[in-house]
Nanobody
Framework: QAQLVESGGGLAQAGGSLRLSCTGS????????MGWFRQAPGKEREFVAA????????IYEDSVKGRFTVSRDDAETALYLQMNGLKPEDTAVYYC???????????????????WGRGTQVTVSE
């Protein structure tokens, strides 16, 4: 499994935007599905969004629907999370994850994903 590395985190004001990227050390991803998770201080890690790598099908956690968009590049070497309309409650460490397990529908549970990045901090101020 490739090592995943997130980037693009930082500080944003409420209503602002950030774009997170996830790349792998092995170049082109060989995953069946890729996802984004986040963990806020004092809370458990939670699902944010996922993308079926070949199908392009996406799923989102309810609180980010209409604000966040998960996508990949055409070369299949990067996963993105475009975050618009940021809110203070979006403050968290964001993790990229991948899975080579074939299943349907796309999974939201952490246990499905078997490769993880170390995370990137996103902080949204009032």
């Amino acid at each position: 499994q490739a090592q995943l590395v997130e980037s693009g985190g930082g500080l944003a004001q409420a209503g602002g935007s950030l774009r997170l990227s996830c790349t792998g050390s092995g170049g082109k991803f060989g995953s069946y599905a890729m996802g984004w998770f986040r963990q806020a201080p004092g809370k458990e890690r939670e699902f944010v969004a996922a993308l079926g790598w070949a199908s392009g099908i996406t799923i989102y956690e309810d609180s980010v629907k209409g604000r966040f968009t998960v996508s990949r590049d055409d070369a299949e070497t990067a996963l993105y999370l475009q975050m618009n309309g940021l809110k203070p409650e979006d403050t968290a460490v964001y993790y990229c994850a991948g899975s080579d397990r074939i299943t349907w529908p796309l999974q939201k549970g952490e246990s499905y994903y078997n490769t993880w990045g170390r995370g990137t901090q996103v902080t949204v101020s009032e």
